[in-house]
């Protein structure tokens, strides 16, 4: 291990509580050869951090001596023993101080007793933006939800034509009553989306007959019973392309906002129909749109700007 540079060194080797009686003193000489081994191993990368890894460690080196006979490293820099001296022990401190304290301990503790700290919690990175269906997997979806069936057959048409076709989520196919289709014009379909984020959506045109379908065979006025516990989940899990992986209304949200990109919806309009979009999800589909599109139309298409 390389050793620490000088002035930190040297500030690891000077340091003495400040405004202390030579009594205090005297009481916390005997403890600085392994407080000191504790900051070394802690790697200080400042003067003023050496200072304050010092001061933390004679604090709850003292009180383990005292209190519990011993400097073992595995007692003395336990986490419920950082916790308990740092913000039980010294709570008439400001909650500035304990938390520096506290903080500086936890560094202590991993370098000097690792096998007693849990790793630090990683952090969460943004979440996949899941990968669009392929045209031949939507036919696939398309062509199993006709087929025949037990009485599931109306949900799985309005499944695969609420999702794939107007990019609904679990909760909002489910909420969804046969009243809510709404006829626009040119044969073409819009859904009132209940629920949270209430819109109007329309459908993409593939889908407009597995919506109607589903409508005209649904033995209620909702598509999905609401007997039915998880109905849509059970519908996706059988909604299976041969791999073995089932129907995902992620994936299908995504394709639903890929073929928007692709045909040139404005954001702002799609950002109406579709509830919130999150930055990361839009550029993560936008490689899926653009790779759908030939230089020379993208040229044509950038023309306007």
């Known amino acids: 291990m390389n050793p620490l540079v000088p002035e930190v060194q040297a500030k690891v080797i000077s340091w003495r509580p400040a405004n202390s009686t030579e009594a205090d003193l005297g009481a916390v000489e005997p403890l600085l050869p392994t407080v000191r081994a504790w900051v070394e191993l802690a790697r200080p990368r400042e003067v003023r951090q050496a200072a304050r890894y010092m001061r933390a460690a004679v604090g709850i080196a003292e009180w383990a001596d005292r209190s519990l006979g011993t400097l073992d490293p595995t007692v003395v820099l336990d986490p419920r023993n950082v916790e308990y001296w740092s913000m039980k022990l010294n709570s008439h401190q400001s909650v500035r101080w304990r938390e520096r304290t506290r903080s500086a301990l936890r560094v202590l503790g991993r370098a000097v007793n690792p096998q007693g700290w849990p790793p630090p919690t990683q952090k969460v990175g943004r979440q996949d933006v899941a990968r669009p269906y392929t045209p031949r997997e939507e036919r696939v979806f398309r062509l199993a939800s006709r087929l025949p069936g037990r009485d599931n057959r109306a949900r799985r048409l309005w499944v695969v034509a609420a999702a794939l076709g107007a990019g609904l989520s679990g909760v909002e196919i489910a909420a969804a009553h046969t009243g809510d289709l709404l006829d626009i014009g040119n044969g073409r379909l819009a859904i009132e989306v209940r629920g949270r984020n209430l819109r109007l959506t329309p459908l993409r045109q593939d889908y407009t007959d597995l919506a109607r379908a589903s409508a005209d065979m649904a033995a209620t006025e909702r598509f999905i019973g609401g007997d039915i516990h998880n109905a849509v989940h059970s519908v996706t899990r059988r ?67």
């Open 239 to 305: 909604l299976d392309p041969g791999n073995g992986q089932g129907f995902s209304l992620r994936r299908a949200r995504s394709t639903w906002l890929t073929a928007h990109l692709v045909a040139g919806t404005p954001l702002a309009l799609l950002r109406k129909v579709a509830g919130p979009l999150s930055a990361n999800t839009l550029d993560g589909l936008l490689g899926y749109a653009a790779a759908s599109t030939d230089d020379q139309t993208a040229v044509t298409g950038a023309l306007d700007a």
